[in-house]
């Protein structure tokens, strides 16, 4: 059988890493606009594709973009009812001390799970991060090493937390793909929590207002745009991972996610977001090959109480091909003969390859949509009799 990819991954990424061997592919695929950074990606989180990238292994400084991680924890920490959002949590001298952004609270507050939760996505407050860090972890450094056993976790082999709230410090280093790979778990794990990278607007009751306003521009400029998160320090340059949602017929709402980093300036790391969003809506177009559950192929099994075994995904399959191309694309299933029982619900079966032209677009995981017992002695005895003679 052929290899499954263990995600779907665009030709302008194949173009990307290696431009010999897909020298006639990339002459097909839509080249993106000049972006003004040091390095940048532009997944389509739909369709889980990658649709532009530029030195997307490099170690980068992570500023203010650590946060997405301490948000990824807290969040954990409330489904798991280790904190409520209620909760008001005491606030250290060392969390009062933070320099850069901050939240403007003190020793002699006690603060609301929630609030410290909008200090720090929305005012990037460095001293609420730090009082999260501390009230999830039960110290600042053990929750360090949450951090970073949750990015091994999620297999984000170039990225070092030193901190949680993202000022400079030697070691404390991301990349662009780990940071997709962070973004898009955020925003599949934990749905119902992604309202607070929306807000525009946050200041805790007494303290002063003039901190309030979200740094992400894209979310005052483009309706589209909820989320994510900016970050700026001297060596890390302006940053933001920003995402969008716009709605397409016939496929629904279609997530857009950039990740820009190390511009020049606020305005220029929100310009060129915004370009690099414009680019992915327009230069490519979403398809839809099938709905969620629903059998992609129903190939033979053998030794099992059922004669076939239904293949396909839990969710809708949606690819994202270079605008127009939609009509000139073929799929094919690859997977292993014979199949025999049992299989249970969810297991790899093969793969769905999406190809245009002599050239593979993706390829998507298969797996069995229901689960398959094996048959009685005599059934699988006569069909180990029927395969000997095949």
């Given amino acids: 059988m052929k290899r499954i990819l263990p995600a779907l991954r665009s030709l302008a990424l ?9 020298g ?4 097909q695929v839509p080249q993106p606009p ?25 170690p980068v400084e992570q500023a203010s973009l650590t946060k997405l991680m301490t948000g990824y924890l807290v969040f954990d920490a409330l489904r798991a009812k280790k904190v409520t959002l209620d909760q008001k949590l005491p606030v250290s001298v060392r969390a009062w001390k933070m320099p850069g952004s901050r939240m ?6 006690q603060v609301s799970v929630d609030d410290l939760l909008k200090g720090m996505i929305v005012q990037s407050g460095n001293d609420a991060t730090v009082a999260l860090a501390e009230g999830v972890g039960g110290t600042y ?3 360090v090493k949450l951090m970073n056993d949750q990015a091994k976790a999620l ?7 030193k901190n949680p709230e993202g000022l400079t410090e030697p070691g404390h280093v991301t990349t662009a793909r780990d940071l997709s790979v962070l973004a898009s778990r955020l925003m599949k794990d934990f749905p119902e929590y992604m309202h607070y990278y929306s807000t525009k607007q946050y200041s805790y009751p007494g303290t002063p207002p003039s901190n309030g306003t979200n740094r992400n521009m894209l979310l005052f400029r483009d309706p589209t745009v909820d989320g994510l998160k900016t970050g700026h320090t001297a060596a890390a340059g302006y940053c933001l991972v920003a995402t969008a949602k716009r709605d397409f017929p016939n496929v629904g709402q279609r997530r857009l996610l950039s990740i820009v980093l190390g511009t020049a300036s606020e305005n220029a790391r929100a310009n060129e977001s915004q370009k690099l969003l414009n680019w992915g809506y327009t230069a490519f177009d979403a398809v839809k090959l099938f709905e969620a559950n629903t059998p992609v192929a129903t190939p033979a099994l053998w030794k099992g109480a059922e004669n076939v075994l239904k293949i396909g995904r839990p969710e809708a399959i949606v690819v994202t091909v270079p605008s ?12 292993p003969d014979p199949l025999v029982a049992p299989y249970s619900k969810g297991q790899a079966v093969g793969s769905l390859k999406v190809v245009l032209g002599e050239q593979t677009l993706a390829e998507v995981p298969l797996v069995a949509l229901e689960g398959v017992e094996q048959a009685g002695i005599l059934g699988r005895a006569w069909d180990a009799i029927r395969l000997w003679i095949k």
Avoid: C, H
């Fill in 14 to 22: 194949f173009a990307a890493v290696a431009p010999a061997a897909f």
């Fill in 24 to 27: 006639a592919l990339a002459q």
């Fill in 34 to 58: 000049e972006i003004a950074a040091r390095t940048y990606m532009l997944v389509d989180v739909t369709a889980n594709q990658v649709l532009a990238a530029k030195d997307i292994d490099a």
């Fill in 104 to 109: 403007f609270i003190d020793p002699k507050m």
């Fill in 141 to 143: 450094e053990n929750f």
């Fill in 155 to 161: 297999g984000m082999n170039g990225t070092s937390y």
């Fill in 324 to 335: 127009g191309s939609a009509g000139k694309i073929k799929t094919e299933v690859s997977r």
